[in-house]
């Protein structure tokens, strides 16, 4: 890792104050968001795209990860749930469902579920958990009664701020439930999304296990001079 850094700085000081042109070849998209101004995607040994950095890195994420649309359609809904979850998906800052995300986006989930019958004290509950089958949090919000009585579409809106959720990919589980009572539905797993690293100072890091979330801490540094010992001065 310190040998990986020592390279990194060298390059970025190689690039910009020398006036050289670096090439660096590499997966880790972090680290070359960070480092490069310009792009060149390649594919089976051929040139793919040329261009600047987020729209280079953008088209390899698209190649790859083209299939996943960051969202999940139920079939036909039982109505023997009382609060059926039928739709879901992340979506970015231009409303757009989105597979993937750079981390300093906010992402949005749009959460549809169908009430058959009300259930009072019914939640809706949220879960995001990453590919090592960790949980990384759960967000619960309690479900307005219905007007009128006799149900309808209720849909939901759920923020994560930018900056929160570290490189990885993610999964989300849903379910509709009165605590400590009875699951109403239940959707494990029911879709996945990525967040890509826009170029952190843990972009050199890209593959390290550094923790689940950006964490917002509060540091407090304070300096003291240690106490001169008078005794030791010479005359």
């Not at 990525?194 to 689940?212: H, L, P, T």
Request: hydrophobic letters at 35%; charged letters at 25%.
């Amino acid at each position: 890792a310190q040998f990986q850094k020592k390279c990194l700085r060298k390059m970025h000081d190689s690039s910009t104050n020398e006036g050289r042109t670096v090439l660096f070849v590499s997966h880790h998209k972090g680290t070359i968001r960070q480092l490069c101004t310009r792009g060149i995607l390649l594919k089976a040994g051929r040139v793919a795209k040329i261009g600047s950095t987020k729209e280079v890195v953008d088209a390899y994420i698209d190649m790859h990860l083209g299939g996943n649309d960051g969202g999940f359609s139920a079939g036909a809904v039982s109505k023997s749930k009382d609060i059926a979850i039928t739709r879901a998906r992340a979506v970015n800052s231009a409303g757009e469902t989105a597979a993937h995300f750079v981390h300093t986006e906010p992402i949005t989930f749009r959460i549809s579920c169908r009430i058959n019958r009300w259930v009072p004290n019914a939640e809706l509950r949220l879960v995001v958990g990453d590919s090592r089958g960790r949980r990384v949090f759960t967000s619960d919000a309690l479900l307005p009664h219905p007007e009128p009585n006799d149900g309808g579409m209720l849909e939901a809106r759920v923020r994560i701020p930018g900056e929160f959720l570290r490189p990885e990919t993610y999964l989300v589980t849903l379910a509709t439930f009165v605590n400590n009572q009875v699951i109403i539905d239940l959707v494990t797993d029911c879709f996945s999304f990525v967040v890509q690293d826009g170029g952190s100072k843990y972009a050199a890091s890209e593959g390290m296990d550094y923790g689940c979330v950006f964490a917002p801490c509060e540091w407090q540094l304070q300096h003291e001079r240690e106490p001169v010992d008078v005794s030791k001065k010479t005359p």
